[in-house]
C-alpha cells in the first residue's frame, strides 16, 4: 500500500505564492508519475502539473510560467510551487501516484492514478 500526504495548502491574496508538499510513503513502480490535480465544486478533477520518476514534467497551460514542481528523493517529497496566484486557481488540491507506460505524465485522465492524497485547501482571495 502507498500513501500519499499533502501539505501546504491555505489562504492568499492575488498574486501571492504557496508551496504544496506531497509526502509518499513509498514508491512501488520502477516507472511512475506523482500529479497534482485540483477540484473546485461542482467541477471535474483537472490534472495542474505532474513529474516523471525520469525527471521530466508536464504542466496544465494555464499555470506555466507560474507553477514549478520539484522532488526530494531522499524524502519522498514532492513539492508544486505556486507563484503569481489568481482566485482561479482556488481548489482543493490532490496529489496522485501512479504507474506511467509513457516517458511524460498525463494530466487528463485521474483513472491512471491509484494511490492519492487526502488533499489540501488552496483559497486565493481577490
Known amino acids: 500500500q502507498v500513501q500519499l500526504v499533502e501539505s501546504g495548502g491555505g489562504v492568499v491574496q492575488d498574486g501571492g505564492s504557496l508551496r504544496l508538499s506531497c509526502t509518499v510513503s513509498r514508491y512501488i513502480y520502477s516507472a511512475y508519475c506523482v500529479t497534482w490535480f485540483r477540484q473546485i465544486p461542482g467541477k471535474e478533477r483537472e490534472g495542474v502539473a505532474g513529474?516523471?520518476?525520469?525527471?521530466?514534467?508536464n504542466f496544465q497551460s494555464s499555470v506555466k510560467g507560474r507553477f514549478t514542481i520539484s522532488q526530494d528523493n531522499a524524502e519522498k517529497t514532492l513539492y508544486l510551487q505556486m507563484n503569481s496566484l489568481k482566485p482561479e486557481d482556488s481548489g482543493v488540491y490532490y496529489c496522485?501516484?501512479?504507474?506511467?507506460?509513457?516517458?511524460?505524465?498525463?494530466?487528463?485522465?485521474?483513472?491512471?492514478?491509484?494511490?492519492w492524497g487526502q488533499g489540501t485547501h488552496v483559497t486565493v482571495s481577490s
Open positions: 496522485a501516484y501512479g504507474f506511467s507506460s509513457w516517458d511524460y505524465c498525463s494530466l487528463r485522465n485521474p483513472g491512471d492514478y491509484h494511490y
Open positions: 513529474i516523471h520518476s525520469n525527471g521530466g514534467t
